[in-house]
C-alpha cells in the first residue's frame, strides 16, 4: 500500500495544477497532502476499533467511486496539448472553466509551455541529470 501511494500522490499533485486556475494552482496542490494524511489517521483510527478486514471493507467504497467519477472526467489540457489533440485540449479547459470564460489566453500559456517541454530523455539519462 505505500508503494502504491508513493506512486500515485505526486500525480494526483500534478493532474491538481495542471486543472486548476493559476490564482488557485498553489494551495488546491497543497491540500492533497494534507488530505491524504488524514485519510491515513481515520483508516489508523477505523483499524484500531474493527478488525483488519472490517476496516478494509470500510474504506473499499472510496476508491471504488473514486475511480468511477474519474472515469468521466476529462484528462488534463496539458497532456492532450503534448499529444497533439487540440480540440480535446480546449473542451478540457472549457469543462474545468466553464464556458462562460474566456481562456484564450490560458491555451496560449499551455500551448508555449508544451512547445518549450520538446527534450525527451530515457529514464537513466534522468536519473543521472540528478
Not at 10 to 24: D, L, M
Not at 49 to 77: E, I, K, N, Q, R
Amino acid at each position: 500500500a505505500g508503494f502504491a501511494a508513493a506512486g500515485y500522490s505526486p500525480n494526483i499533485q500534478i493532474y491538481v495544477a495542471e486543472i486548476t486556475q493559476t490564482k488557485h494552482r498553489g494551495w488546491l496542490s497543497a491540500l492533497t497532502v494534507p488530505i491524504m494524511a488524514i485519510g491515513v489517521l481515520l483508516m489508523y483510527t477505523i483499524g484500531s476499533w474493527l478488525p483488519w478486514h472490517l476496516a478494509a471493507a470500510v474504506c473499499t467504497p472510496v476508491p471504488c467511486m473514486m475511480a468511477v467519477t474519474l472515469s468521466f472526467s476529462y484528462d488534463s489540457p496539458y497532456w492532450y496539448f503534448h499529444i497533439g489533440k487540440e480540440k480535446s485540449a480546449h473542451s478540457a479547459i472549457e469543462q474545468f472553466r466553464g464556458s462562460d470564460c474566456n481562456v484564450v489566453s490560458e491555451v496560449f500559456q499551455i500551448q508555449e509551455h508544451v512547445r518549450g517541454e520538446t527534450e525527451e530523455i530515457s529514464f537513466l539519462q534522468g536519473v543521472a541529470k540528478i
